[in-house]
């Protein structure tokens, strides 16, 4: 449209010049024709193509100046008024008329950056243009200006480019930047750091990033460092050597001058267990008397770890602590020291290897050896120790087999501490030596296990002492039938799927399992391995035929109950001993529509009395109630739609199909029935469908004492509370009477049996019957007034509420007027208040009795209350 009106404003420009030129030509053409005389049709000819060829030529010269573009340039952040170029003369503009025809520049904006100084007729700065603000990071920024003159109007087209400048230095997002490295991070690991931001263009903007000098990293020029930098580790690092690097990296723009900008990234290196602790010494040797006492240190070993915190503290502990040397020694964990904890007995070692082991707080351990020497006297006799027996012997085993290895221990040393093994003449074993005080037990002929079925070896082992000691041992080897092939079944698990409500005794799946043994080590035998599912015993679900491998269900099953569960298959053969595998058994069970709905909410009738109030304002939309119903029943079983079968008014509610909210189908007016009852349908999704009902009773009122119905069953309740706690507050008051009757008499026989029995200022209650905050001061018997209360209650409340609001301060005794200990006066006193009390008691209940009889609207608190406040200072 912009377009349009230029060049319909440069047409109507031209055409009206066009004109005003061809007349003007036209009056001097027929001027100098009058004087000339022109009468031939030649000259005439000559005369209108003249004419015709300015007109054209003027056309077109006009044309191409109203369409003419001017472009200058300036720096941002020039200063005002500061000249760009010269209009008038660029557009060979008449200076002088400038300001008459109204020379103006238009910018599309609310600012305006540059004008028109209609005195010189130059373009000059206005506003301060920064070009960052203006046009980002577009490059090359172009401003467009509308220069317009007036009588006749022209409009000429003004293009500024603004030029950066270097006025901007480049940034970094954080002033800071801290990176974690372990210690044991490869070299060529990378770090990226988010590049510097520079709003300059071009050579202006971001150039070049340096990294502060160390032998460590250094930055990866090949990387875009338009959107990020990489910092590669070079060398490998140590924390234990330097734990943490400072670097700066500068960001340098190509500005004249250059302008930069830094960001300080701390490397913390990360310390890693990688020192083990070390020993001072990897061998120490002690040599102990054998009576050395309990607690006599042994030696102290040391062992340290470059790491630091918990990876460099060092713990100590003895491992592999073997049976003769357990509870003889003990090291202090965190110091070092081997101590004696046990009685030393060269009999029981001549010498005692401790392997000692350093262990840091990152799991690195170092090692060292302790070897204590004991000295001893030869008076042990050669211990034969079994280490490993063959029994029974498979009567298959072939000549050679080794059956038992036997090690001969003598606790002496030196020449008493040589022992000979060997065993009594026999065609069918041989004793030979293997190592050290090691003897190997071993066939030399076939086994039949038909012919002999039992072989005792006697062993006999002697010393080199003198006098020779010597000890045997008795080894019996029975011969057995090998049975050395489990059972195998033919698939690595089973899958049985079974619908629920199945009938009891149905079969869900068979396995096989096959035993290559032979004869009765070949039988197979099913079992299912003991396990609960859901708490009930596996027997109550599942059986399976011993022989055939069949698995039958005992009951029905209920998906609603469990889904799925596993059970594992025991194949066993008949050998001996017999050999088994198990196999997994997943049993899946399928969903069946046999669950209605269940409605949660409304409760059902029958329970209680739910009805929904509705508001008489009620609008079509309004959300009223909802019905609320779950199915037991998965997938889409499960699925509930809700239908409305019956309506006291068809056409004023509706229900959500799927949600199961009730609204207004239309706005409630006073015409409806205050009272509408909704029968609701919900019904699932299966084949067939099930569903359930349910009434909803929906109450159009603004006020719950509009329905008198309502109100005279709360006041029948209430009704019936009333007499009960009344009925209950009369049987506790008489209690009381009897009791203080009781009391009275009792205080009148003690009194005649012991006339002399002086009290101490007071009747003597029990402590049951006082108030909480009841004490005694000073010993007096004398009660604090500040503990004793009137009450005074409401009426026309059914919640009967009470105040504290009195108390009697004024005529409670204090405690230094306390009456004369005279006891006959105190005890008469006591039983006349006692009286009192009970007739004020009795006044008071058959006031409020009266009171709540009459009314009918009074809780029973208040009565039972001032009962129970009733002022004991009148017993004093």
């Known amino acids: 449209m912009l377009m349009r009106i230029r060049k319909n404003n440069a047409y109507n420009i031209t055409v009206l010049v066009t004109r005003c030129v061809i007349r003007r030509c036209c009056r001097i053409d027929l001027n100098r024709k009058k004087r000339n005389n022109i009468s031939s049709n030649m000259d005439r000819l000559i005369f209108r193509s003249k004419w015709q060829l300015m007109s054209y030529l003027f056309y077109f010269i006009l044309v191409r100046f109203a369409y003419t573009d001017i472009r200058y340039a300036v720096q941002e952040e020039s200063r005002t008024k500061h000249v760009i170029g010269r209009l008038s003369n660029d557009l060979s503009l008449d200076l002088n008329r400038l300001k008459t025809r109204n020379a103006r520049v238009e910018y599309q904006g609310e600012r305006k950056y540059c004008g028109v100084d209609v005195n010189t007729g ?142 300080v990234i701390q490397f913390f290196v990360i310390d890693v267990n990688d020192n083990s602790p070390v020993f001072e010494q990897q061998l120490y040797r002690v040599v102990m008397l054998e009576n050395s006492a309990i607690g006599t240190s042994v030696v102290k070993v040391s062992a340290s770890d470059l790491d630091t915190g918990a990876n460099g503290k060092v713990t100590y502990y003895i491992n592999h602590v073997s049976e003769s040397t357990e509870g003889l020694f003990e090291i ?90 060997f065993i009594s003449e026999n065609t069918q074993f041989k004793l030979q030596s293997s190592i050290k005080n090691y003897f190997t037990l071993s066939t030399i002929a076939a086994l039949d296990r038909e012919h002999i079925s039992e072989y005792n070896v006697t062993v006999t082992a002697t010393d080199g002492g003198t006098p020779q000691l010597s000890s045997t041992a008795v080894l019996t080897f029975h011969i057995s039938d090998i049975n050395d092939n489990p059972p195998v079944f033919e698939e690595q698990s089973y899958n049985a799927y079974v619908s629920e409500n199945n009938k009891p005794g149905s079969s869900l799946c068979s396995v096989t399992a096959r035993d290559p043994d032979w004869r009765q080590n070949g039988t197979v035998f099913y079992s299912l391995l003991p396990s609960e599912v859901n708490g009930v015993p596996l027997s109550s679900y599942l059986s399976i035929n011993g022989d055939t491998g069949v698995i039958h269900a005992v009951r029905a099953f209920d998906y609603e109950q469990f889904r799925s569960f596993k059970v594992q298959v025991v194949a066993r053969d008949n050998g001996s001993p017999p050999l088994s595998s198990n196999v997994t058994v997943s049993v899946f069970i399928t969903d069946e529509n046999d669950n209605s709905p269940q409605i949660l909410y409304p409760t059902p009738e029958g329970n209680s009395f739910m009805t929904e109030m509705v508001p008489k304002a009620a609008l079509s939309g309004s959300l009223l109630s909802k019905v609320i119903a779950v199915d037991a029943d998965s997938g889409q079983n499960a699925w509930l739609s809700y239908q409305i079968v019956k309506s006291t008014d068809p056409g004023l509610f509706t229900i959500g199909v799927h949600s199961g909210e009730i609204r207004a189908q239309r706005d409630i007016s006073e015409s409806d029935s205050m009272k509408q009852n909704l029968v609701i349908s919900v019904k699932d999704n299966g084949q067939p469908s099930l569903s359930t009902t349910c009434a909803v009773y929906l109450l159009i009122s603004d006020n719950l004492a509009e329905v008198p119905e309502l109100k005279d069953m709360s006041y029948e309740e209430n009704n019936s509370k009333l007499t009960s706690y009344l009925i209950i507050a ?27 029995m002086l009290f101490d200022g007071a009747v003597a209650i029990p402590s049951a019957y006082l108030p909480p905050n009841y004490a005694d001061v000073d010993g007096t018997g004398t009660l604090r007034s500040a503990y004793n209360y009137d009450t005074y209650m409401t009426t026309g409340s059914r919640t009967s509420d009470f105040k504290f609001v009195t108390s009697y301060n004024d005529n409670t005794i204090p405690a230094g007027a306390t009456l004369p200990r005279n006891s006959k006066d105190l005890i008469d006193e006591s039983i006349l208040c006692l009286t009192d009390a009970v007739e004020d008691m009795q006044v008071r209940f058959l006031f409020f009795f009266l009171l709540a009889l009459c009314t009918e609207r009074i809780d029973i608190g208040p009565v039972l209350h001032p009962l129970s406040l009733v002022p004991l200072t009148n017993f004093m």
């Open 122 to 263: 130059d373009f000059i700065v206005l506003e301060r243009m920064d070009r960052e603000a203006i046009c980002g990071a577009t490059a090359p920024c172009v401003l467009h200006f509308e220069f317009i003159l007036e009588n006749p109007l022209e409009l000429h087209n003004v293009a500024l480019e603004l030029q950066d400048i270097n006025d901007n230095a480049p940034s970094f997002p954080k002033d800071s930047i801290k990176l974690e490295i372990s210690e044991i991070a490869p070299t060529g690991t990378r770090f990226q750091v988010a590049r510097a931001r520079d709003v300059d263009v071009g050579i202006n903007s971001v150039q070049n990033y340096v990294l502060g000098r160390n032998d460590y990293f250094v930055l990866d020029s090949r990387t875009d460092k338009e959107r990020y930098v990489d910092i590669v580790l070079k060398n490998n690092l140590d924390r234990e050597r330097e734990g943490e690097y400072s670097l700066v990296l500068t960001a340098v723009d190509g500005g004249n001058p250059a302008k930069s900008g830094s960001v």
């Open 332 to 421: 202090d964990q965190n110091t070092g020291e081997i101590k004696v904890l046990g009685m030393l007995d060269h009999e029981k070692a001549a010498s005692y290897e401790l392997e000692i082991q350093a262990e840091d707080g990152g799991g690195k351990a170092g090692h060292c050896k302790v070897i204590v020497e004991i000295s001893d006297v030869n008076d042990n006799a050669p211990v034969i120790i079994i280490k490993s027996l063959m029994n029974p012997v498979p009567e298959n085993a072939p000549p050679g087999t080794e059956i038992a290895v036997i090690n001969v221990k003598d606790q002496d040393s030196g020449e008493n501490s040589r022992v000979k093994c």
């Open 730 to 756: 009369l049987v506790s008051v008489s209690t009381f009477f009897l009791t203080f009757i009781i009391l009275i008499i009792a205080v009148r026989l003690c009194q005649r049996r012991k006339p002399r």
